[in-house]
């Protein structure tokens, strides 16, 4: 079992950055792929980062590629997302989210956090 929380969100101008937390807790975290995914009012979510389990190998969207970094410490069972240059469409909900092997597909994750609002004003 691994039960996640995010933080980190908030209210951010257009250009601005801000960096996102997911922190896990389970003994086999270290273990599980984590990814991000972000769901905007009356729109499906939709996946936007994901970092394996060992932290060596990343995967972005196109909409966020060159903008936005995830990492992690298993050492703290922390996965981050680091967001730059952000734009009003970056407006959403963000959710982190772990399984065995990262897909982009929402369906393939079995443990989710509750989400933290990012908020991007133009």
Known sequence: QVQLVESG???VQAGGSLRLSCAASGRTFSMYDV???RQAPGKER?????????GVGT???DSVK???TTSRDNAKNM?????N???PEDTAIYYCAADRIATTQRHGYNYWGQGTQVTVSS
């Open 35 to 37: 990814a991000w995914f």
């Open 46 to 54: 939709e996946f936007v980062a994901a970092v394996t389990w060992n």
């Open 66 to 68: 060159g903008r936005f």
């Open 9 to 11: 969100g908030g209210l």
């Open 85 to 87: 240059s952000l734009r």
């Open 79 to 83: 996965v981050y997302l680091q967001m």
């Open 59 to 61: 995967s972005y969207a």
